[in-house]
């Protein structure tokens, strides 16, 4: 028996075949070709399954969120088939008796340097769509997986880590749990997860080795244990938590269609987080009240160019009109620290957690933020829309951003295009200095929403994405704590709700402190719904203390 141990982020047992996270092989060396021919027939398997690869995405684009974002993988097939991009890669294998990888790799570097010479900006972006056609047809030649799983059934993944892009782009079916050498519980690895209900382990560290690819694995997100070949006895022990979790999630199923309040009647607004409208399912399924968080960075981190504003409208409006009237929290466009994306070209900062991410990239690009907030106020006439702003240390950035608001209301207006004008406007209170300052911000907005996953980050001094803090990471550190509590006494002494979208709101050992300090609405992934609601429905509010802020 070979035991690993990492940190359990996400609950459950599983077992399923190991299998590791392709990433493309970016080093392409220039061989040789022992046989010309062979090299073309390769070549033209690879260009025809981009085709295949292409069409397939666009059809998905188009009935998922619309025209126009289909036009994107249309462009890409009609790169793959370009007379002059052919034509280059053909005269490299000929000229230089090469493998096609290099002949192919050599002229999409060739196209992507003259795209980005040219003058008209819209031009110089279709260099990041030639180095992807590019890429796509290399990962083809090279047996690279889209979705990064080449395998018919499906499997544990196992990674080093993976980048909020990579997890984007996953063919989520094919998943049975995760398992990565690095991260930590607030991870995407973890927080997707957890969205889709499956066991997680991070931190697995060395341990985890590619030679174990396609062995029979057990894990256990709890005990954040992987097993090969176990005994016994740990198989029977495993066997009888996987029979307790189905008949707990039978129980669960009874909490569906009931209210979430306490048994003296204490209301609690039970919502869900989401990173795609693809998830909206999940929130349907678990019976989530409304969405407290719609991280909209998925529409930023799938591209290779800004996504449009008709391309964010569908997304939106689909997410909104699916909810059917209930509350759509979209926050807005939080990028920076470790969601990167290549073409907002920013410079590379020291320490990027506290640079230029989140609001401050929409304050300091106006015209990014007007488009994201046009299809915003646009798919609030679709439904109960309500946006949030991310990251806000000061109320001078509120104001900027009301006012951007107001200016795109009055576009709309003289546009004749409908939108809610009482769209609830939030912010996230994620950074100390918001808490310091809570009641001056709470008199300009509708809402507020801890981040605890920044706010416990900022709080204590302690990075999200390292594993190895240990105890010095600690989200139920009573200056945290109070720093929820600071928020919402503020919050309520304007009249307006608060609510809880980081992590911990689904902790439910803390759900007597909530209760205590007087949150309003706990956001969570959907999975986490039921458990919680069960919780709810078991406790007394007037009960519930606040020892856990004592130091
Ligand atoms: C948070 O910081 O708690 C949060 C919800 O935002 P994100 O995890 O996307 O930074
Ligand atoms: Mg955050």
């Not at 085709?51 to 793959?80: I, N, P, W, Y």
């Not at 909209?296 to 009109?321: C, G, I, N, W």
């Not at 798919?379 to 240390?393: D, H, Q």
């Not at 900022?458 to 109070?482: E, I």
């Amino acid at each position: 028996m070979i035991l690993i141990q990492g940190k359990g982020v996400s609950k459950g047992v599983t077992k399923g075949k190991l299998y590791f996270f392709q990433r493309p092989d970016t080093t392409i060396e220039k061989k040789a070709a022992a046989d010309l021919e062979a090299e073309k027939a390769r070549l033209a398997d690879a260009q025809a399954k981009a085709m295949d690869q292409l069409t397939a995405l666009a059809e998905k684009c188009r009935a998922e969120a619309g025209d126009e974002s289909a036009v994107l993988f249309e462009t890409h097939a009609m790169f793959v088939e370009d007379d002059d991009y052919v034509e280059t890669i053909m005269d490299t294998l000929e000229e230089e008796q090469c493998n096609a990888e290099y002949a192919v790799k050599a002229a999409g570097e060739q196209f992507a340097a003259m795209f980005a010479a040219m003058d008209d900006a819209y031009m110089q972006a279709r260099a990041a769509d030639i180095g992807d056609v590019t890429q796509r047809i290399l990962n083809n030649l090279m047996g690279v997986a889209e979705g990064g799983i080449d395998s018919d059934e499906p499997v544990i993944l196992a990674a080093d880590d993976l980048a909020p892009s990579e997890t984007l782009q996953l063919d989520k079916s094919k998943i049975l749990g995760f398992i990565t050498m690095g991260g930590s519980g607030n991870s995407h690895t973890a927080i997707l997860a957890r969205t889709m209900g499956i066991p997680a382990i991070c931190g697995a560290g060395e341990a985890l080795k590619e030679s174990y690819q396609g062995r029979l694995a057990y894990i256990d997100g709890e005990t954040g244990k992987l097993i090969l070949d176990p005994d016994e006895l740990t198989l029977a022990a495993l066997k009888d938590k996987y029979e307790k979790q189905m008949e707990h999630k039978r129980l669960l199923e009874t909490m569906k269609g009931q209210e979430d309040v306490t048994l003296d009647g204490r209301k609690m607004m039970l919502y869900c987080n989401i990173g795609s409208p693809e998830d909206v399912d999940a929130v349907i399924t678990n019976d989530g009240q409304g969405i407290g968080l719609f991280r909209s960075e998925f529409l930023y981190l799938a591209a290779s160019d800004y996504p449009s504003e008709d391309e964010q409208f569908e997304a939106y409006r689909k997410v909104a009109a699916a909810m059917n009237g209930k509350r759509v929290v979209i926050r807005t466009l939080d990028i920076g620290a470790d969601k990167q994306v290549d073409y907002f070209e920013m410079k590379k900062e020291e320490n990027p957690a506290m640079g230029v991410r989140a609001i401050r990239i929409c304050l300091n690009r106006p015209e990014v933020f007007r488009t994201q907030l046009r299809a915003l106020y646009r798919a609030s006439a679709y439904g109960k829309v309500a946006i949030m702003f991310p990251m806000i240390t000061s109320v001078w950035e509120v104001r900027e951003c009301k006012r951007a608001c107001q200016k795109v209301m009055a576009e709309l207006e003289a546009e004749g295009i409908p939108y809610n004008k009482d769209t609830e406007i939030g912010i996230m209170i994620e950074t100390p200095s918001s808490v310091f300052v809570a009641d001056a911000l709470a008199k300009e907005v509708d809402f507020f929403s801890v981040g605890t996953n920044d706010l416990t980050q900022y709080t204590l001094a302690c990075d999200r994405q390292a594993n190895d803090l240990g105890k010095f990471f600690d989200p139920h550190h009573p200056a945290v704590l109070r720093a929820l509590k600071m928020a919402t006494d503020a919050a309520h002494a304007a009249g307006i709700w608060i609510g809880i979208c980081g992590e911990l709101g689904a902790d439910i050992s803390l759900l007597p402190t909530f209760l205590a300090i007087g949150i309003d609405e706990l956001s969570v992934s959907p999975t986490s719904v039921l458990p919680l609601r069960a919780e709810i429905r078991k406790s007394i509010a007037k009960t519930c203390t606040l020892e856990k802020l004592e130091c």
